[in-house]
């Protein structure tokens, strides 16, 4: 059982997308920046710099955690795009 300022941090990062989600797009109040940090420690979630944008991603073990199904098809269909505008020069 994860504490719910934890759930609450996993919920809000799968309601975003789940997946390469902005951080802009995600709104935590103050009081769950800890519970962010945490969820990062746990590795629940992954932070990346992507063309100096931070975007934050559930893991395998976030999507457990909160009882959520990992959307394959969603992730594979991004990785794919990146995958093509890299090997495009895009």
């Known amino acids: 059982m994860i504490s719910s300022d934890?759930?609450?941090v996993l919920e809000e990062v799968y309601r975003a997308g789940a997946h390469r989600v902005p951080a802009d797009d995600i709104e935590w109040p103050q009081e769950l920046h800890a519970a962010v940090f945490r969820a990062?420690?746990?590795q629940y979630i992954t932070r990346r710099e992507?063309?100096?944008s931070v975007r934050?991603?559930?893991t395998q073990a976030g999507y457990r955690a909160i009882d959520?199904?990992?959307p394959w098809g969603r992730i594979l269909r991004q990785r794919m795009r990146d995958f093509v505008r890299a090997?495009?020069?895009r």
């Open 6 to 8: 934890l759930t609450r």
């Open 40 to 42: 990062l420690n746990m």
């Open 50 to 52: 992507i063309d100096g």
């Open 56 to 58: 934050f991603s559930l």
């Open 68 to 70: 959520a199904e990992v």
């Open 87 to 89: 090997a495009t020069g």
